[in-house]
């Protein structure tokens, strides 16, 4: 690998606005911001607006959508008028 041309990779904390929720993980964003961590070090932090402690999918909030409904609206709108 070619020298000095790769980012600094660094563990940085992600937090998320929503939920206060926070990760600590590596990685190469850069931000201005520091917070200490449970462990009593000063790590870099980015704020994220949706993480896996507030996305829908990974709450259990997310709604599905019944088939059953959706295939009675499919027959509804192509149905054909009866012949008798």
């Known amino acids: 690998m070619k020298k000095n041309i790769h980012p600094e990779r660094r563990e940085v904390i992600f937090k998320d ?3 206060g929720e926070a990760f600590l993980v590596k990685s190469t964003m850069a931000t201005a911001d520091s917070m200490v961590w449970t462990d009593g070090k000063e ?3 980015v704020a994220v ?3 896996s402690s507030s ?3 990974y ?3 997310q ?3 019944v088939p059953q ?3 009675v609206e499919f027959i509804k709108k192509y149905a ?3 012949l008798h």
């Open 17 to 19: 606005v929503v939920t």
């Open 43 to 45: 790590y870099p932090v």
């Open 49 to 51: 607006e949706i993480s």
């Open 55 to 57: 996305h829908p999918a």
């Open 59 to 61: 709450t259990g909030q």
């Open 63 to 65: 709604q599905e959508a």
């Open 69 to 71: 409904a959706r295939a």
């Open 80 to 82: 054909r008028e009866s």
